[in-house]
T-cell receptor, first 116, second 113 residues
Framework: DTGVSQDPRHKITKRGQNVTFRCDPI?????LYWYRQTLGQGPEFLTY????????KSRLLSDRFSAERPKGSFSTLEIQRTEQGDSAMYLC??????????????FGPGTRLTVL | DAKTTQPNSMESNEEEPVHLPCNHS???????IHWYRQLPSQGPEYVIH???SNVNNRMASLAIAEDRKSSTLILHRATLRDAAVYYC??????????????FGKGTLLTVNP
């Protein structure tokens, strides 16, 4: 399978614990995105990388959240001191980074986080 | 940023055509409209995008109004596998950057056997 992969698929943690998610994009894709989706809502943009550079962070990304893409390939999203409100599906996507409006994003299956 | 509005839900019968509308009255003249869908328990997947004229691909057709203030995603023969939330995405432009997809609640399509 050459699509976007995410690990783990499910994570249950206790409030206050730290969690880290991994995303492996499609290999030739320069851009990598993180979104969050809560029940009944569409995905919301969190942040994105152009190669290893993090170029934009949503105001949804509090100080407890940090994302990295150290070598411009895989990315990690860490949440420190988790809260119950962090419970959501965390989606990763990647794209070639084409100019203009035609850059298609390819999504992974997501990591479902439950904070008890 | 441009906004879109879609019905919350629609229902169809299997093997019948489905027309999913989207209003995007604030779109500018050079903005593409993208459609994605999200099957149950999966991440969103790209469906189609277009600028002015009608577009076709193996998944669907996109009919764009002449004034570009609305568009319709057409599934020619709905199957049970087409049951999903369909998102009409406004142009991913913000300050000139084309990185961010803004999803609303989309239209939940139910396909009856």
């Amino acid at each position: 399978d050459t699509g976007v992969s995410q690990d783990p698929r499910h994570k249950i943690t206790k409030r206050g614990q730290n969690v880290t998610f991994r995303c492996d994009p499609i290999s030739e894709h320069n851009r990598l995105y993180w979104y969050r989706q809560t029940l009944g809502q569409g995905p919301e943009f969190l942040t994105y990388f152009q190669n290893e550079a993090q170029l934009e962070k949503s105001r949804l990304l509090s100080d407890r959240f940090s994302a990295e893409r150290p070598k411009g390939s895989f990315s990690t999203l860490e949440i420190q001191r988790t809260e119950q409100g962090d419970s959501a599906m965390y989606l990763c996507a990647s794209s070639l980074g084409l100019a203009g409006d035609t850059d298609t994003q390819y999504f992974g299956p997501g990591t479902r986080l439950t904070v008890l | 940023d441009a906004k879109t509005t879609q019905p919350n839900s629609m229902e169809s019968n299997e093997e019948e055509p489905v027309h999913l509308p989207c209003n995007h009255s604030t779109i500018s003249g050079t903005d593409y409209i993208h459609w994605y869908r999200q099957l149950p328990s999966q991440g969103p997947e790209y469906v189609i995008h277009g600028l002015t004229s009608n577009v076709n691909n193996r998944m669907a057709s996109l009919a764009i109004a002449e004034d570009r203030k609305s568009s319709t995603l057409i599934l020619h023969r709905a199957t049970l596998r087409d049951a999903a939330v369909y998102y009409c995405i406004p142009p991913p432009n913000s300050g000139g950057s084309n990185y961010k997809l803004t999803f609303g609640k989309g239209t939940l399509l139910t396909v009856n056997p």
